[in-house]
């Protein structure tokens, strides 16, 4: 069965229309790689999966259940961690605060989170707006795996960042594929290293799916025709 699953889903800011035809499955412990060009509806699609913009459309389930008329804080406690894009930490709490915040039980904690990002361990008290960009990114990251969510969910996760600070990214993006089995959704347009960890990609065009597939299938008659510029 899919983890993530979405049908047919149209979604709107206003009278707008943003989404017209978005379909995904996403298995457990798969990464699957988001792609299309600048504004043609990522990061619309991942808000209406975590519940911050409503769907008019289609349908949206996640580990087999409907979760279409849930709030976005129930979809989080349901399993759905996500790493937003801009980071949005939380300024004036320390990086403790902030890890600690939406922290629930199990394998991500404390002493995991700063094992797998040591900066974070070495900057605990430090306020989390005098972080560096790339501390920052870390910090999001850390915070949404002290969900300890069932699907990583990481918008544009090493955009703006410093060339070794995004190659720590994705070590740290690798390791979770590795050692957990986690199940990740991550948009990018590193698509060098999106091949060392997706498995699967699926491609977005003005607001409709347009291709999907394993991530290796990916050809440069395809990328040049919905990823070039």
């Known amino acids: 069965m899919n983890l993530l699953e979405l049908s047919h889903v149209s979604a709107f800011y206003g009278q707008s229309q943003a989404l017209f035809d978005v379909n995904l499955k996403l298995e457990p412990g798969e990464v699957l790689a988001l792609m299309g060009r600048n504004g043609m509806g990522k990061s619309t699609t991942i808000k209406v999966i975590c519940r911050l913009l409503k769907h008019r459309g289609g349908t949206i ?3 087999g259940r409907d979760i ?6 129930r979809v989080a406690r349901a399993g759905i961690g996500l790493v937003p894009e801009g980071r949005r930490c939380f300024p004036n709490l320390s990086v403790r605060e902030n890890l600690i915040a939406a922290a629930r039980k199990g394998l991500w904690d404390l002493k995991s989170v700063t094992g797998l990002f040591p900066r974070l361990g070495e900057r605990h008290d430090q306020m989390a707006v005098s972080l560096s960009g790339g501390e920052q990114q ?16 990481l918008d544009e996760a090493t955009e703006g960042l410093a060339p070794v600070v995004r190659q720590e990214i994705w070590a740290a ?6 050692e ?3 199940a990740i959704l991550v948009v990018d347009k590193s698509m060098k290293e999106l091949a060392g960890v ?12 347009v291709w999907a597939g394993d991530y290796k299938a990916l ?8 990823l070039g510029v």
């Open 198 to 209: 997706a498995d699967s990609a699926a491609i977005l065009e003005t607001g409709r799916s």
């Open 180 to 182: 957990t089995g986690m």
């Open 61 to 63: 389930s996640f580990d």
């Open 138 to 153: 870390m910090l999001a990251i850390g915070r949404a795996l002290m969900t300890n969510p069932r699907l990583l969910v």
């Open 219 to 226: 050809t440069p008659e395809i990328t040049d025709k919905y």
């Open 173 to 178: 993006i690798a390791k979770l594929k590795k």
């Open 68 to 73: 279409a008329a849930l709030p976005s804080y």
